[in-house]
């Protein structure tokens, strides 16, 4: 064989490698209707995805999983507040504030912080916040959507900060120095130039930051207390689609309307997160190209 | 513009400043705070003897060995399903690729990839290796499926190796007369390989923790030994504490030992991402380019 | 070169990792929490004797284990409640056939936190309590708080003998605590003075107060003789007649050294009621 034709089979063999991320999320998407879809025969969508009540075990069994999406919807809601401006007010520190050993410091506690393994996290809600939660306020339990809220966050931050910190850097300096030339101290600067200009960056962080947050399993399995209804105040229990996913995985038969329902809320989640996906990977594109304003 | 307004501005700068430094630093505290709980509830159950023995008397006694092996039999499995599939990707990306919609969609694909909720990893390996191709529970489902979680990881940390190597590199490679692919296994690849091992590294650190994706595909509450086989379910690190902390046989009485096992974790995910972080403080300083 | 040499490496690990098992026999066990000690506590005395076999371990709950023996992902299937019959003809489907070996006794016992003065319940206030529909202690006869009913979610046999004596199809209500496990339940009730929820007889310890039903208390002598209501079976469910290492691991636990076993994790051994004295432990 010669070399052109040893170059075109490489080529061809590594964009067939290439692909696989491509053939993975098909495989994905495809094994999770395969299974999933036929629950529809027996609910209809619309009662899938807005009846009040979870019973899949019960005789008739009814599969609504409403309650798991707002469970899902405030969890990450809440979360997402906390984390939003820690996020970025630490990148902020990093990017713009923080002198240089201080910052490398930082740098790697963000690392590290989105290094910690979710169920290490989550056994820290369960075995430590949440008693301390039920005994400092009275409550019926510690796990609830203020806890699993408060350790979604402390998992979000580090996705936030560390994107936005990209964008930051990424505004140019031609920016800053024109707004200093202009009188503005550097607060001000932050504030009125750098943050806007990396503001495509900074959603991007967020999106992905509440991606990470709703699709988290551990924490809110161990922490969000599994109560499959819609929750009357932040102390009470709720019941993600994650953590109802996994816990009961395990039990429904093999292609029974249980486990089909399950896979069919794995529908849900899967095309919650890739929604949320595509817009911030539209986001970060649309405004890429941002030019430094100089010749 | 008179002094008095300055100063006021003076003044909103400090404030907005104090505000920056406190959520830095209450971030800080909250991870310091929570390793340094754990290490002291967890620092009295590590001994000799938790690493190398396994449980006794329903766990509330002996050690955590086959979880610490069958961590590092899922670990290096992922690594071997994905550190390979990821260079390919990434070097095609990197070299090969032209611009175009192809590559977009890939670029999309693996993006999307990165963000499916681990729990959907975690159906996606029972349905396809555990059900479908028939490996039942097994370490090589569980591997399969954490080797391609930590896929997107090891394209993205291999395509930043692979394009900081200069092009000048390449160029006068092949203005050598060497064909691509030689360039690029001879030249590139081993410049960029320290990149590429630390985001192997990194994902190492991802696939020993995670637990979701190994509920349904790998892991098991108690084995009365090692794993023989690759069709072996195992014990798994993260599995164990969550077991021992919500499924448990004597959930308060092996409290320490979940502490203990919670603290081995981390401390080996933290060493595996602090060596990645190291290694890549060290290129940095050594590259001269 | 360094590369080479590290891939040469691990391939050769992984085949040797690979190589597929060809003496030693494997048991894969899964199911029910309660049955869990026992058969911890029998695999820990069995390795001991047949260093050979490969036995893996897991919980989940009576629907878990039921559905690996359909399913053919396990040997011994453990459920604290008998199998449905569904879950027969989805059996029947498969080719399976499920055999029931009962391994022990065992009673459902409501239990509170140590501080609730209430002493029993009948079957009718738990029922009530549990749908939500009762909802403060005080209705009962204990103080003036509120119920913090803490149940246990749908794959749970422990669960499906709650519905079978006490709720009777009514449906639990969604603001129940549903955990996943005897263990959390017990972890969860000792920890809150507000609660109640239910266990298997093995892990009622010092942490939690067991209720009276119908005014009797849960023992080996009254679970046995029936007297008191909620008594059940423990299984193990094999596919057919247990072949192999299997047939000698059930055999063992019916032995009278595995039902020492049973007893001493708390439950009632098959052979009769407990000597006097043991029986509860901690």
């Not at chain 1, 002198?99 to 056994?123: M, N, Q, W």
């Not at chain 1, 395990?250 to 029974?256: H, K, M, N, T, V």
């Not at chain 2, 046989?249 to 092996?254: F, K, P, Y």
Request: include cysteine; hydrophobic fraction near 50%.
């Amino acid at each position: 064989m010669n070399r052109k034709q040893k170059e075109a089979a490489i080529r061809a063999v590594f964009f067939s490698f290439a692909l696989i991320s491509i053939l993975i999320l098909g495989l994905i998407v495809v094994s999770l209707f395969r299974e999933g879809l036929p629950i529809f025969k027996q609910v209809s969508v619309k009662d899938f995805l807005f009846g009040m009540e979870w019973y899949p075990t019960y005789d008739p069994p009814s599969f609504g999983i409403w309650p798991l999406i707002v469970g899902s919807v405030i969890v990450t809601v809440l979360a997402t507040i906390i984390a939003i401006p820690v996020g970025i007010l630490t990148a902020v520190y990093i990017a713009e504030v923080a002198p240089g050993l201080v910052k490398d410091v930082f740098k790697s506690i963000i690392e590290l912080l989105a290094g910690l393994p979710s169920v290490v996290l989550g056994f820290f809600g369960m075995v430590v916040v949440a008693p301390w939660l039920q005994d400092t306020f009275d409550l019926p339990t510690g796990l609830n959507i203020i806890n699993a809220s408060m350790i979604l966050a402390l998992m979000a931050v580090p996705t936030i900060a560390s994107i936005s910190e990209d964008a930051l850097y990424a505004v140019p300096r031609e920016y800053k120095e024109a707004s200093y030339a202009l009188g503005a101290t550097t607060h001000e600067t932050i504030l009125r130039v750098v943050i806007p200009s990396a503001l495509s960056g900074i959603s991007t962080a967020v999106i992905l930051g509440m991606s990470r947050a709703i699709g988290e399993t551990m924490v809110v399995l161990m922490v969000a207390g599994g109560a499959a209804a819609i929750p009357e105040s932040l102390f009470d229990s709720v019941r993600p689609m994650p953590a109802s996913i996994a816990a009961e995985m395990g039990e429904a038969p093999f292609r029974s309307a249980h486990y089909q329902a399950l896979f069919a809320t794995g529908i849900v989640l899967f095309f919650i997160t890739l929604a949320f996906n595509l817009v911030a990977d539209y986001i970060s594109n649309k405004f890429k190209e941002v030019g430094s304003g100089t010749l | 513009m008179t002094t008095s307004s300055l100063r006021y501005r003076y003044v909103k700068q400090h404030v907005f400043f104090g505000l920056v430094r406190l959520s830095a630093f209450v971030l800080a505290l909250a991870l310091c705070g929570i390793l340094a709980y754990i290490v002291v509830h967890g620092i009295g159950a590590l001994s000799w003897e938790f690493i190398t023995q396994p449980p006794r008397d329903a766990m509330t006694k002996g050690g955590i060995m086959p979880a610490i092996v069958g961590t590092f039999y899922l670990t290096v499995g992922a690594i071997l399903v994905g550190l390979p599939l990821g260079i390919v990707s990434a070097v095609y990306l990197t070299e090969y690729a032209k611009q175009g919609p192809v590559i977009r969609i890939i670029r999309i694909g693996i993006n999307c990839l990165a963000g499916v909720p681990s729990v959907v990893f975690g159906l996606f390996g029972l349905g396809l290796f555990v059900v479908s191709l028939k490996f039942g529970s097994s370490i090589l489902a569980g591997s399969l499926t954490l080797g391609f979680l930590i896929l997107p990881t090891i394209i993205g940390a291999s395509e930043e190796a692979l394009k900081s190597v200069p092009q000048t590199f390449r160029e006068a490679s092949l203005a050598l007369g060497v064909s691509k692919w030689q360039t690029i296994w001879r030249i590139v690849l081993p410049s960029a390989l320290p990149g590429i091992l630390t985001g192997s590294i990194l994902g190492l650190g991802r696939a020993a923790g995670e637990t979701a994706p190994i509920m349904f595909t790998a892991a098991a509450f108690f084995t009365a030994k090692l794993p023989s086989s690759i069709f072996d379910e195992v014990m798994a690190l993260p599995y164990h504490i969550y077991v021992l902390a919500t499924a448990g046989t004597h959930i308060e009485e092996t409290r320490p030992l979940q502490y203990g096992t919670v603290l081995v974790l981390i401390l080996l995910v933290l060493g595996i991402d602090l060596v990645a972080i190291l290694i890549r403080a060290a290129i940095r300083r050594r590259k001269k380019w | 070169m360094n590369i080479r040499k590290a891939a040469a490496l691990a391939i050769v690990c992984c085949l040797v990792a690979a190589a597929p098992v060809l003496a030693a026999e494997n048991i894969v066990i899964k199911g029910s929490t309660t049955v869990l000690p026992i058969a911890q506590r029998a695999l820990e005395t069995y390795m001991k004797a047949h260093p050979g076999v490969q036995i893996s371990l897991s919980g989940g709950g009576s629907g878990e284990g039921i559905k690996a023996i359909v399913d053919k992902t396990a040997d011994i299937g453990n459920s604290s409640r008998e199998i449905k019959k569904e879950e027969i003809a989805l059996a029947a489907k498969k080719g399976v056939q499920p055999v029931a070996h009962v391994v022990a006794f065992d009673a459902l016992v409501p239990v509170v936190h140590p501080s609730n003065p209430v002493q029993g319940l009948t079957v009718e206030q738990l029922s009530l309590i549990y749908q939500g529909k009762i909802t403060n202690w005080k209705e009962v006869g204990g103080k003036d708080m509120r119920i913090v009913a803490i149940s246990r979610d749908s794959s749970s046999g422990t669960f499906e003998s709650w519905d079978h004596f006490v709720m009777k199809k009514a449906k639990v209500s969604p603001r129940a605590q549903m955990l996943a496990s005897n263990g959390a339940v017990y972890t969860a009730v000792s920890k809150n003075r507000y609660s109640i929820g239910y266990l298997g007889m093995g892990y009622v310890k010092k942490g939690v107060k067991a209720l009276a039903v119908a005014g009797v208390q849960a023992t080996p002598e009254t679970a046995l003789s029936r007297q008191y209501p909620m008594s059940r079976e423990l299984y193990m469910y094999t596919n057919g007649e247990p072949a192999g290492e299997t047939a000698k691991f059930i055999a063992f636990i019916k032995s009278p050294t595995g039902q020492k076993i049973v007893a001493g994790e708390g439950f009632v051994p098959i052979q009769g009621a407990a000597p006097a004295g043991k029986g509860k432990k901690k």
